[in-house]
Nanobody, 113 residues
């Protein structure tokens, strides 16, 4: 059974960086597109970044230029490198595998001084 497990969240000061990881378990090869989404308190979940099967990427406008999504060759680990973090980036960040409609449990990112 394929599962997604995120890690790497935490508390960071404005302007800081974090790297989130999403481990895709239950398979040794994942060719599907993957995404990172986030949900801030009182707000709807929003897609932040997507990496497609050809490794092309797309970003929400607020994340473009600051966040980078990547994956290892087997597609079993997906990363979200976040830089120049802002307080409005505070949210629960979740990994998503759209083809199988799978979500991870999420990891909290808090940007505060």
């Amino acid at each position: 059974q394929v599962q997604l497990v995120e890690s790497g969240g935490g508390l960071v000061q404005p302007g800081g960086s974090l790297r989130l990881s999403c481990a895709v378990s239950g398979t040794t090869y994942n060719p599907y597109a993957m995404a990172w989404a986030r949900q801030a308190p009182g707000k709807q979940r929003e897609m932040v970044a997507v990496i497609n099967t050809d490794s092309s990427t797309s970003y929400q406008p607020s994340a473009r230029g600051r966040f980078t999504i990547s994956r290892d060759d087997a597609g079993t680990t997906v990363y979200l490198q976040m830089t120049h973090l802002k307080p409005e980036d505070t949210a629960i960040y979740s990994c998503h595998l759209p083809t199988l409609n799978l979500w991870g449990q999420g990891t909290q990112v808090t940007v505060s001084s």
